[in-house]
T-cell receptor, first 113, second 111 residues
Framework: GAGVSQSPSNKVTEKGKDVELRCDPI?????LYWYRQSLGQGLEFLIY????????KSGLPSDRFSAERTGGSVSTLTIQRTQQEDSAVYLC???????????FGSGTRLTVV | QKEVEQDPGPLSVPEGAIVSLNCTYS??????FMWYRQYSRKGPELLMY????GNKEDGRFTAQVDKSSKYISLFIRDSQPSDSATYLC???????????FGKGTRLSVIA
């Protein structure tokens, strides 16, 4: 596609439920990133995929968070046993190379009630 | 001390004014510097990209990097109401490290 596509755009879930967030990067982009943006906060890095290399998971806040990237394209971010503090906008970005500018999707707004 | 510091504002200016946005950082290994613009309920979009020190100009926008002071700036000339958005600085040390973002400065340009 022309841009980075994220789904769903909005998600309301009950505390304790699991959620899956999807990201379709730009075709041909080898690098894919997940960030989290909370109200009044900057973008917090979560995880980074580069080609076939092992992902950089250093930003994941707890073991309730995981992500995978299938076939070097689509990525899914999974949050298990959601907590209220997980409420945020989850942004996905892709780039041609690690130090090129990122193209972001519009994000998934997650609300845990 | 956070790696990247950015005044969150809000900053309000009249149309036509020159806007100056700034970030400071602590990691001397940073060498890739970017500015992103984010409209409400949208993802950030890349505005300016600079490698190492120096200036870069693109239309009404000028990015400056001073590595000796660990200070970067974005100038917007002849500001327009359509420039009203949140501006985020971002930087990284190498191609294999993810960008570190500032918290963003919220700008309003009043017609």
């Amino acid at each position: 596609g022309a841009g980075v596509s994220q789904s769903p755009s909005n998600k309301v879930t009950e505390k304790g439920k699991d959620v899956e967030l999807r990201c379709d990067p730009i075709s041909g982009h080898t690098a894919l990133y997940w960030y989290r943006q909370s109200l009044g906060q900057g973008l917090e890095f979560l995880i980074y995929f580069q080609g076939n290399s092992a992902p950089d998971k250093s930003g994941l806040p707890s073991d309730r968070f995981s992500a995978e990237r299938t076939g070097g394209s689509v990525s899914t971010l999974t949050i298990q046993r959601t907590q209220q503090e997980d409420s945020a906008v989850y942004l996905c970005a892709s780039s041609l190379a690690g130090n090129a500018g990122y193209t972001f999707g519009s994000g998934t707004r997650l609300t845990v009630v | 001390q956070k790696e990247v510091e950015q005044d969150p504002g809000p900053l309000s200016v009249p149309e036509g004014a020159i806007v100056s946005l700034n970030c400071t950082y602590s990691n001397s290994a940073f060498q890739y510097f970017m500015w992103y613009r984010q409209y409400s309920r949208k993802g950030p979009e890349l505005l300016m990209y600079t490698y190492s020190s120096g200036n870069k100009e693109d239309g009404r926008f000028t990015a400056q990097v001073d590595k000796s002071s660990k200070y970067i700036s974005l100038f917007i000339r002849d500001s327009q109401p359509s420039d009203s958005a949140t501006y985020l600085c971002a930087m990284s040390g190498s191609g294999n490290t993810p960008l570190v973002f500032g918290k963003g400065t919220r700008l309003s340009v009043i017609a």
